[in-house]
């Protein structure tokens, strides 16, 4: 074996104990509450914050985990801990259909933002697709078909898509539309249901149309009501979402047989080259169009999102260029795991650091393990391969 295998095989076995031999197994001991209902984060002193709000995205962000470890094996708890999350959110949304709930509660379950948002969603279209696939639960297909055409009656917008909650907003995000993809695609792997592949085609064209920006090769992230670049954000570019896409395009055309394989390379050059400048270790949270990094700080996530395009994208690549994103991701693993594993708390990651490593949010936020977790599987699988 070469060494960069080798090297990407040592990276995958800190990230793999990273991940299952401490900072999920604290997650499953100090994360749940008897009531069923999942944890929102820690603080900065590494004790369960109880006193945070309860947004119900979180709630579906760690049914996702707790289905994806026990899927794999990480946590043989996780399915009775997903049941009580489960239970938790009928208790305190008993009237919601499932899946379209208000947005946040108080410490205390009372209600606290009562708008439903699309972002959250779409995080529970994904839970629904991950349940199925880990448990079997066909109720949870039952579920998410009922939430589609529900989304599809209430929200639906004339300019394609879906409107951004039952709120008043004059921004539309590409964000909670990406969500959406990776939910529509992962029902549509766990059901072989056309109906979901027809729902990702929606949206794989609000990218060719809207959020793809051809003349610079970016992602735009946000626009007007009818999809025009915003006049005052319209030229926020994430790197993070570019390789969200790239592995999500790649998904796409996995399952529809449309190749996507040139916005893949576009997307993952630029966001490799405007992300991270020379002397930099992780991505930059934003960027212009034309490549100028405007954030300070660093953010977790798209490290993640690194980690899966550099290894989809050594999918598609020949014999001369497989070991380049290879090596891309064993530096993404190792970048991620030397940065935002706190300094002085075990088994405690940090969500934004400062160029010099420091950590400017401290708190351990639970949305993060779902970024994780996805990270994990794909880099788990080329793992498997080499061994």
């Known amino acids: 074996m070469d060494t960069v295998k080798r090297e990407f095989q040592q990276a995958f076995q800190r990230f793999d104990h990273w991940l299952s031999q401490e900072l999920l197994p ?27 709000d309860k947004r119900l995205r979180v709630q579906a962000r760690q049914l996702f985990t707790l289905s994806y470890s026990y899927k794999n094996g990480l946590i043989p708890e996780a399915k009775a801990l997903a049941a009580g999350v ?3 959110i009928d208790t305190v949304c008993q009237d919601s259909l499932p899946g379209y709930y208000p947005m946040s509660l108080d410490a205390s379950y009372n209600l606290k933002n009562a708008p439903s948002d699309l972002y959250d969603i779409a995080l529970f279209f994904l839970a629904f697709a991950w349940q199925k696939s880990a448990f079997n ?33 004059n921004v539309r995000c590409q964000n909670p539309h990406m969500h959406l993809f990776e939910a529509f695609l992962e029902l549509y792997a766990v059901s072989r249901d056309t109906f979901w592949l027809d729902m990702s085609a929606s949206i794989y064209t609000l990218f060719e149309k809207h959020f793809y920006d051809a003349q610079h090769g970016v992602l735009l992230e946000f626009f007007t009501v009818d ?18 896409w790239v592995w999500l395009l790649n998904q796409y ?23 991270l400048p020379d002397g930099f270790r992780w991505l930059a949270d934003t960027v212009t169009p034309q490549g100028e990094v405007v954030s300070e700080t660093f953010k977790s996530w798209p490290m993640t999102e690194w980690i899966k395009a550099a290894l989809v994208m050594r999918d598609h690549a020949d014999a001369s260029t497989s070991n380049y994103y290879i090596s891309d991701a064993t530096f993404a693993i190792n970048q991620l795991i030397d940065g935002f594993s706190h300094p002085s708390l075990p088994a405690h990651y940090t969500y934004v650091i400062a160029a010099d490593g420091t950590p400017v949010e401290a708190m351990m936020p639970a949305s993060t393990l779902y970024h994780l977790c996805m990270a994990h599987q794909e880099a788990r699988s080329l793992y498997t391969e080499l061994v």
């Not at 604290?26 to 945070?52: C, H, I, V, Y």
């Not at 999809?227 to 390789?243: A, R, S």
């Open 227 to 244: 999809w025009q670049p915003c006049p005052d954000k319209g030229t926020v570019v994430e790197p993070g979402h570019m390789m969200e």
């Open 137 to 169: 639960d066909d109720s949870a297909l039952e579920k998410a078909r009922a939430l589609a055409l529900h989304i599809n009656d209430v929200l639906a917008s004339e300019h394609g898509g879906w409107l951004e909650g039952t709120y008043v907003h």
């Open 26 to 52: 604290k997650w499953t001991t100090l994360g749940f509450a008897e009531s069923g209902a999942a944890l929102e984060r820690f603080n900065a002193q590494g004790q369960p914050d109880w006193q945070a």
């Open 253 to 275: 055309q996995r399952h529809s047989g449309i190749s996507t394989q040139h916005y893949q390379q576009t997307l993952y050059t630029n966001a490799r080259q405007m992300g």
């Open 86 to 88: 489960n239970r938790f």
